[in-house]
């Protein structure tokens, strides 16, 4: 009993042993929690490096397709304005677009979107002073109605008829656009001046007028070109992920 009794306080000496060992044990996890992180933020970073190049690749030559039609529409707006052309244009036009709250010049941003596509609305509208109103009423106008041709061409080979669907949608995007000038107010800041280019003097018409909406218009296309940019790289990195 005695022999027995003095081998116990052996066993509990054998604890703290134990203890060290589940130390060396934590000891040696911690460094392979430090390498899975290390290569977790690596195979981020990897994925970033490559939706910014593939990305920047792709907003680039959509971005050259996008200038080659913004930029002559936008010269030929700034060249109008200033040689007083637009006036005459919206002298045409006013007695249709006042029915939708419009000045008469709106129908030339209405007209581009229409036959072409809403990057050439977006660039007429540049040149024309407009309210927070009518570039709202005019953005749901292009939306319901923006690039006919090739989308009725489209449509017409999933078997619609071309007349049938440029009627509907001039219709839908017309009565909208009437009931929004009804709804939507001409007091406070639906009335305000529309911010599509910095600045809004008035500059008499000739060389000032074309250098000023020249210099405006560049900054719109900076813009275009910094989001359409920044969407195709969040684009890829959501496909490579």
Known sequence: MGQSQSRVPSVRRGRPGGDRLKHITAQNDSPSFVRTCLTAIRRVGGVLWLSVKLGSRTGFNTVCELLKVMVPVMLVMIGAEAANVLPVLAKLFKPVMGLL?????????????????????????????????????????????????????????????????????????????????????????????????????????????????????????????????????????????
């Open 101 to 241: 709250g419009l000045p008469g010049n709106a129908a030339l941003v209405f007209i581009s979107g229409a036959v072409v596509n809403l990057y050439t609305a977006v660039a007429v509208a540049a040149s024309i002073p407009l309210t927070v109103k009518q570039i709202t009423i005019l953005a749901l106008l292009c939306l319901d109605c923006h690039n006919l041709p090739v989308e009725c061409a489209v449509q017409k080979k999933a078997g619609a008829g071309v007349i049938s669907m440029v009627t509907i949608r001039l219709l839908t995007g017309l009565s909208g656009a009437f009931v929004f000038s009804w709804l939507i107010p001409d007091t406070g800041k639906w009335a305000e001046a529309a911010t599509i280019l910095p600045g809004t003097a008035i500059i008499e018409a000739g060389w000032p007028l074309f250098w000023s909406r020249l210099l405006g218009n560049g900054y719109v296309l900076l813009k275009v070109v910094a989001i359409v940019m920044a969407l195709m790289i969040v684009v890829e990195f959501l496909r490579q992920t």
